[in-house]
């Protein structure tokens, strides 16, 4: 049963660089595509972008400008990174798979969570 | 980017109850809708895929009907472990946008 793990800093100052990286364990990683997510305290989700496992990427347009998520197939890993962080970029951050169903995708399996806060 | 309204934001009900939750795109999204259910303190899990799939695994009490921009997840017979809160999610276009949640409470 495929499971994800995800890790990185927790607690960052402003204008740092935030990184996490998210393996996938026990299925396949080619053919998937790979998304992160992320959940401000009390609030909803967000989705923040995505990609294949060929490389290529789509990002959320509020986004965009600071994301960066980059994929090492060799390692079955993927990895999400947000620059020049603010304290609204607090929030737990969800890695997930995307599984596509004839043209339809969801996000079938999720990662566990990383909290990550934004505090001078 | 397109809009997700969900309707309630939030409701009481009882266990046994029949609970459905409304969803609202602001364009057509055809069937690209997808449900989750977040209990508190753990990760978002998929219920219902193409608007009206059930995921693998997920109780048959769970159903997903609509297509457009009209969607509804219903619970036929609400149980302990349903107390969460509930998302829809187009996955018709990026950016997949969420509807707000709604939050699922023990009345």
């Known amino acids: 049963q495929v499971q994800l793990q995800q890790w990185g800093a927790g607690l960052l100052k402003p204008s740092e660089t935030l990184s996490l990286t998210c393996a996938v364990y026990g299925g396949s990683f080619s053919g998937y595509s790979w998304s992160w997510i992320r959940q401000p305290p009390g609030k909803g989700l967000e989705w923040i972008g995505e990609?294949?496992?060929?490389?290529?990427?789509n990002y959320n347009p509020s986004l965009k400008s600071r994301v960066t998520i980059s994929v090492d197939t060799s390692k079955n890993q993927f990895s999400l990174r947000l620059s020049s962080v603010t304290a609204a970029d607090t929030a737990v951050y969800y890695c997930?798979?995307?599984?596509?169903?004839?043209?339809?995708?969801?996000?079938?399996?999720w990662g566990q969570g990383t909290t990550v806060t934004v505090s001078s | 980017d397109i809009q997700m309204t969900q309707s309630p934001s939030s409701l009481s009900a009882s266990v046994g109850d029949r609970v459905t939750i409304t969803c609202r795109a602001s364009?057509?999204?055809?069937?690209?809708l997808n449900w989750y259910q977040q209990i508190p303190g753990q990760a978002p899990k998929l219920l219902i895929y193409a608007a009206s799939s059930l995921q693998s695994g997920v109780p048959s009490r769970f159903s997903g009907s609509g297509s457009g921009t009209d969607f509804t997840l219903t619970i036929s017979s609400l149980q302990p472990e349903d107390f969460a809160t509930y998302y829809c999610?187009?996955?018709?276009?990026?950016?997949?946008?969420f509807g707000q949640g709604t939050k699922v409470e023990i009345k």
């Open positions: 997930a798979r995307v599984a596509a169903v004839a043209v339809y995708y969801a996000m079938d399996v």
């Open positions: 990609i294949n496992h060929s490389g290529s990427t």
């Open positions: 999610q187009q996955s018709y276009t990026t950016p997949r946008t």
């Open positions: 364009q057509s999204i055809s069937s690209y």
